[in-house]
């Protein structure tokens, strides 16, 4: 066991200066764009679901909060919310970046995430204003949520990011602690095969955990899948039910409860069945 705690405080300590960067650089071009982003998405009109799938995938503190905002207040369409928060990858692509993980493999998950999201979005704007037999009304509503409130953000970049990085560093300790401990007692094989041999309670799973309105979820679902726990599908199917503090937003701020449950179950079973459609394709 002391060899356990030994290798994960190391291993941890390794990835600080990946982190630190990854995060310095987040913030700045956040600081430097989420104007011109929010912009975009209120202006985008029935290309919303493209544009927010291509936003949502652009790593940014509070983006899936202030979509649940404009959501609440009538500014943008059911289908771009849903493309935003499907999209949007929340803590993976810096654990993916400290990690060092085959960049082709991030770019994969990152395009799979925009093409199911703006897919997903379109599919649900056509239904929904079909039902509707009416336009949205587009009256934007001011938020009471200050975005960077849920998300740990400052003025100062520098102090973001070290927050960012204290943050997740703990998390990744945390659950890398975790992990190996439970892989010490019962074997990386046995615990594998309680998910990966199982394409639909895996993805069922998965979308429980992506499904938490925390940072911590998407970091415990692609430390998984590095330590090879979680499959392509598994992990597809958390982090497309994950809108990191979206939801929490969204029930904060859209006053209509029956519709909030409504977008929590469309992520829920959207990230199951695309994980299972991918855990199916990825075993051919």
């Known amino acids: 066991m002391m060899d356990v705690v030994f290798d994960t405080i190391l291993d941890g300590i390794k990835l600080l200066p990946f982190l630190f960067l990854t995060y310095l650089a987040m913030e700045f071009l956040e600081h430097k764009t989420s ?48 493309a935003i928060f499907m999209s949007t990858s929340d803590e993976m692509i810096p654990v993916f970046l400290s990690e060092q993980v085959d960049i082709l493999v991030l770019v994969k998950i990152v395009a799979m995430k925009i093409v199911i999201g703006l897919v997903m979005g379109f599919a649900i704007d056509f239904l929904y204003r079909s039902y509707k037999k009416k336009n949205y009304d587009m009256i934007e509503k001011i938020g009471h949520v200050c975005d960077h409130d849920h998300c740990g953000c400052s003025n100062s970049i520098l102090k973001s990011a070290l927050r960012h990085t204290v943050t997740i560093f703990a998390f990744i300790v945390v659950i890398s602690f975790a992990l190996n401990t439970v892989i010490f007692l019962i074997g990386e094989d046995t615990l594998g095969n309680l998910i990966l041999n199982k394409p639909v309670i ?73 994980g299972i459609i991918i855990d199916f394709l990825t075993r051919l």
Not at 37 to 65: D, N, R, Y
Not at 216 to 230: F, H, K, P
Not at 234 to 252: D, E, P, Q, T, Y
């Open 35 to 82: 104007n011109k982003t929010k912009k975009m998405v209120k202006e985008s009109g029935k290309a919303g679901p493209l544009i927010g799938a291509l936003l949502g995938a652009f790593p940014q503190c509070g983006f899936s909060a202030a979509a649940s905002n404009l959501y609440a207040g009538k500014v943008i369409t059911l289908g771009t919310l849903i």
């Open 202 to 274: 895996g993805p069922m799973i998965a979308s429980v955990i992506g499904l938490i309105p925390n940072c911590a979820s998407s970091v415990v679902l692609t430390q998984l899948y590095i330590e090879g726990v979680l499959g392509l599908g598994s992990l597809m199917a958390g982090l497309l039910a994950g809108s990191g503090v979206g939801i929490l937003v969204l029930f904060r701020e859209n006053d209509d409860i029956k519709d909030n449950l409504r977008i929590l179950a469309t992520l829920y079973v959207s990230g199951v069945v695309w």
